[in-house]
């Protein structure tokens, strides 16, 4: 998660250099968007087993990480932005949550398929993914920081702030 | 005015409901939304996907022979015990695997992934950590503005 939010960064230091309006809290929303198919990690600090009960029949929290649930949540998140911002800045958030999902198509699985249903529900395939790293590897944080710092460093002039 | 914020009011609530309508979905799609059966399939009924694919996840309680304890849906805990996996694991480690159970009660493992139980937390920390840093931003660059039920840049004055 830390790498998604690094390269969230990253992407929208870069895109502040061609970019006039776009300020510190745009690249916060890139940010956001990044972190944005993650909400389906409130599984592990909510159980669904009272739904499940309630409904009386199976929830599943990783559809909020499937291409549709994230569509959703960034729709959700644009239309809670004031109006002049709301356009730009959904884009932003949208970019992010589309890096977040490339980022994480080359994840290695025990499937040796993404780790997840990424064009659900138009379509349960997972395409083969090539499993260049873990999510708990400590060198793709580093890299991604180091993106992240060159990202910074590079446009600092241009943005002394954020 | 008020009407358009009546109506992004109301798109945003059927957003939500969509949302949690796909979750719903989701959990009756394939094995809850995998293409594998689980480890809570196979707690459920062993014999039935005997020569089938499988897909366990859990940690290791015992290295000889490799044996994972994971959690299934009624909250109880179960073991499993693999052959044919080509990577060394310690006491703690996690396994995720495609695997064939056999008659004997033994899973074939196909394909694996490990992971060491500090690289485990590692990643629950560094998360939790990229979740608060996030936050702070948001809160810091934007503000909810009440009145037009919406957020709002507060870098007004500090573009930068």
Redesign the interface.
């Known amino acids: 998660?830390?790498a998604?939010?690094l390269i969230g960064y990253a992407m929208a230091r870069a895109a502040g250099t061609r970019l006039e309006w776009l300020?510190?809290?745009?690249?916060?929303?890139a940010?956001?968007g990044a972190?944005v198919p993650?909400l389906s990690?409130l599984h592990l600090f909510v159980s669904d087993d009272p739904i499940?009960a309630a409904?009386g029949?199976?929830?599943?929290?990783?559809?909020?990480h499937?291409g549709?649930?994230v569509l959703?949540?960034v729709?959700?998140v644009t239309?809670?932005?004031?109006?002049t911002?709301r356009r730009r800045t959904g884009w932003l958030v949208a970019a992010g949550a589309a890096s977040h999902l490339m980022l994480d198509g080359l994840l290695?699985?025990?499937?040796?398929?993404t780790a997840?249903?990424v064009f659900?529900?138009a379509s349960?395939y997972?395409p083969p993914s090539p499993g260049l790293y873990?999510?708990?590897?400590?060198w793709v944080?580093a890299l991604a920081a180091t993106v992240a710092a060159v990202a910074w460093w590079a446009t600092r002039e241009a943005?002394?702030?954020? | 005015m008020a009407k358009g914020r009546l109506a992004r009011v109301v798109v945003v609530v059927l957003l939500v409901v969509c949302q949690f309508g796909l979750i719903v979905w989701f959990g009756n799609v394939g094995y809850e939304g995998s293409p594998y059966p689980g480890t809570d399939e196979l707690a459920e009924d062993y014999d039935a996907y005997v020569g089938r694919q499988v897909v366990v996840y859990g940690q290791v309680v015992e290295t000889d022979p490799v044996t994972i304890e994971t959690e299934v849906d009624d909250d109880s805990l179960v073991r499993y015990r693999l052959t044919g996996l080509d990577s060394d694991v310690e006491e703690g480690s996690y396994v995720g695997a495609l695997v064939t159970p056999r008659p004997d009660g033994r899973l074939t493992v196909r394909r694996s992934v490990v992971r060491g139980e500090r690289d485990h937390w590692y990643t629950y920390a560094v998360s939790l950590a990229a979740g608060l840093w996030v936050l702070v931003r948001v809160v810091r660059d934007w503000r909810f503005d009440v009145e037009a039920l919406a957020f709002v840049s507060a870098g007004g004055d500090d573009r930068a």
């Open positions: 998660m830390l998604h939010a300020d510190r809290s745009h690249v916060t929303a940010m956001v972190l993650d990690k499940e409904l029949t199976d929830v599943e929290l990783l559809a909020l499937s549709g649930g959703l949540s729709l959700a239309l809670l932005l004031e109006c911002e290695l699985t025990e499937t040796g398929r997840y249903a659900w529900p349960t997972r873990l999510s708990g590897d400590i944080t943005r002394p702030a954020g």
